[in-house]
């Protein structure tokens, strides 16, 4: 089993940052690709980025490529997302969700089987 624990939410002014991390646990977990995604009330669940096991790999939503940046660090069993230059349209709940698949469409959330309970994101204007 799989546990995974956001942290690093909060409230930000626009253009400042702000870095989420992502704790696991679970023996595997360092195999898993490990992706970010992100919901405001009444809307879809939006892809933001995922990153493969060796952490070498990664992938982005094309509206957020150069603001946003995901990590893992292993040995931590941690993965992050640096926020740079925060909108008041990334206001959202942030959630960071893995699966052991190698393969599929790593952008849509059917495709995660792990999921933690989210963190609050609120950009000020």
């Known amino acids: 089993q799989v546990q995974l624990v956001e942290s690093g939410g909060g409230l930000v002014q626009a253009g400042g940052s702000l870095r989420l991390s992502c704790a696991a646990s679970?023996?595997?977990?360092?195999?898993?690709?490990v992706g970010w995604f992100r919901q405001v009330p009444g809307k879809e669940r939006e892809f933001v980025a995922a990153?493969?096991?060796?952490?070498?790999?990664?992938f982005y939503a094309d509206s957020l490529k150069g603001r946003f940046t995901i990590s893992r660090e292993n040995a931590r069993n941690t993965v992050y997302l640096q926020m740079n230059n925060l909108k008041p349209e990334d206001t959202a709940v942030y959630s960071c969700?893995?699966?052991?698949?190698?393969?599929?469409?790593?952008?849509?959330?059917?495709?995660?089987?792990?999921w933690g309970q989210g963190t609050q994101v609120t950009v000020s204007s």
């Open positions: 969700a893995s699966t052991p698949k190698t393969h599929g469409s790593f952008d849509n959330f059917l495709l995660y089987d792990y």
């Open positions: 679970g023996d595997t977990v360092s195999a898993h690709v």
């Open positions: 990153i493969w096991s060796t952490g070498t790999t990664t």
